[in-house]
């Protein structure tokens, strides 16, 4: 049998190297799994954000927390309690991811946790609990706030609770003595005074049957926020998604965009119209020149689904010489990733220039008729245009309302007397 250790040996090590492969297989394949199911639930929890289905959003937020804990995803789950109306619940919540964002340091999540904070601080409840353990210690004593039992600690402490319903109940010696139901309003300050438990030797030996007289116990909803604010987690994954689903913005689901360019404008126009010279006559005009512009851009749109809007973008702008363009109509826009956004536009308008243009044409005057042609000061316009407009931006910074872009937004124009081009450049601010 001696013989046969060598080859033993010689295949242990690949069937443990084998096992170890598979096994590292296996966890990866499950990590996998993990990480699959908790970005699926959050894709879900936002489009029901958007939905403004918020009673559906929050359990699968607080799923994919609970599975892959992140700074984005925290936000959105403070910001789907705050539109349920648990406006402690989202205080808390975006205490906690205060706390991330500072530790991360991402200074606009920061800025944007923190603004909430101070939006919502004046509508949160406070509940207060006054205890007195009386001759029992404070060790036999259990106080219970809708279900779950409140630190020590926290007794005779302010607590932020969510508006409503809430049962405080106190226990002896795991038997329930006294409770009571308060109902809160936002904003407003409760206290509750926990009486102690009556001294052990003045209750009879055999209480007769029915005699006992206490409060039916009702069934408690536990709320487990109604507690000190504890640590918070360290962020997760996901720190490169926006915090824009979060954002209550401007108004539900509507996008608003503000921002002004300059850039440059080359147009080819020409009409057929009276000649400027002494006389009578048609003469045809033909017009090639560029020019400087500065202008303003916008767009107003819906949030048709979480990475799309949908909504209508407008162009104005005056150049040097002297003339104008006018542009309007539906656009779509969409981020690309966390720091660019690009976009396209069905634009209708009309642009209008003033320049050198060159003449000629049959004109008639005192001495019959003439054709000549000549260099002339002119201003002409495209007419009614059709045309396609681009949005290419990059952001270069958050605030709690919105975004600032470095923003290019050409456009082309085609009408029926020419073409006109424009390439402007400039900055746009973008609340959602």
């Given at each position: 049998m001696k013989p046969l250790r060598p080859f033993r040996r010689t295949l242990r090590a690949p069937l443990a190297g084998a096992l170890l492969g598979a096994s590292a297989l296996l966890w990866g394949r499950q990590a996998a799994a993990v990480e699959s199911a908790a970005?699926?639930?959050?894709?879900?929890?936002?489009?029901?954000?958007?939905?403004?289905?918020?009673?559906?959003?929050?359990?699968?937020?607080?799923?994919?927390?609970?599975?892959?804990?992140?700074l984005g995803t925290k936000l959105n789950l403070a910001f789907c309690h705050e539109r349920l109306g648990q406006v402690a619940t989202a205080w808390v919540g975006f205490q906690e991811a205060l706390i991330t964002a500072r530790t991360a340091g991402d200074a606009a999540r920061e800025a944007f946790a923190k603004a909430r904070i101070d939006a919502l601080a004046p509508r949160v409840p406070w509940l207060r609990v006054r205890a007195s353990a009386g001759d029992a210690g404070a060790d036999q004593v259990t106080i219970l706030?809708?279900?779950?039992?409140?630190?020590?600690?926290?007794?005779?402490?302010?607590?932020?609770?969510?508006?409503?319903?809430h049962v405080v109940a106190a226990a002896h010696q795991g038997e329930v003595f006294w409770e009571t139901t308060v109902a809160l309003k936002e904003s407003e300050r409760v206290d509750v005074a926990v009486p102690a438990p009556a001294p052990a030797e003045a209750a009879p030996a055999e209480a007769a049957?029915?005699?006992a007289s206490r409060p039916a116990r009702s069934p408690a909803v536990r709320l487990p926020r109604a507690r000190l604010l504890p640590e918070a987690p360290r962020d997760g994954v996901r720190d490169e998604?926006?915090?824009?689903?979060?954002?209550?913005?401007?108004?539900?689901?509507l996008v608003f965009e503000a921002g002004g360019f300059i850039g440059y404008l080359w147009m080819e126009a020409d009409e057929m119209d009276v000649c400027s010279s002494s006389g009578y006559g048609d003469c045809y005009y033909a017009l090639a020149e560029g020019s400087f512009l500065a202008g303003a851009t916008g767009f107003i749109g819906y949030t048709a689904t979480e990475r799309l809007d949908l909504?209508?973008?407008?162009?104005?702008?005056?150049?040097?010489s002297a003339g104008l363009l006018i542009a309007l109509g539906p656009s779509v826009s969409y981020p690309l990733g966390d720091r660019f956004r690009v976009g396209s536009s069905l634009l209708f308008g009309t642009a209008t220039q003033s320049g050198t243009a060159y003449t000629e044409g049959y004109s008639w005057n005192e001495n019959g008729y003439e054709y000549g042609g000549d260099m002339v000061e002119a201003s002409l316009s495209l007419g009614f245009a059709l045309g396609l407009g681009a949005e290419i931006g990059?952001?270069?910074?958050?605030?709690p309302s919105g975004s600032l872009f470095l923003q290019a937004t050409p456009l082309f124009l085609v009408g029926a007397d020419g073409l006109a081009a424009s390439l402007p450049l400039g900055v746009a601010y973008r609340w959602n």
């Open positions: 970005e699926q639930l959050f894709r879900e929890g936002r489009a029901l954000l958007v939905e403004q289905r918020f009673a559906e959003a929050c359990p699968k937020l607080e799923e994919s927390q609970r599975l892959e804990p992140s706030l809708d279900g779950a039992a409140l630190d020590p600690v926290a007794w005779d402490k302010e607590l932020p609770v969510d508006p409503g319903e049957p029915g005699a998604r926006s915090v824009r689903a979060a954002a209550p913005g401007v108004l539900d689901r909504g209508v973008r407008a162009h104005l702008s005056l150049h040097s990059m952001k270069l910074t958050d605030s």
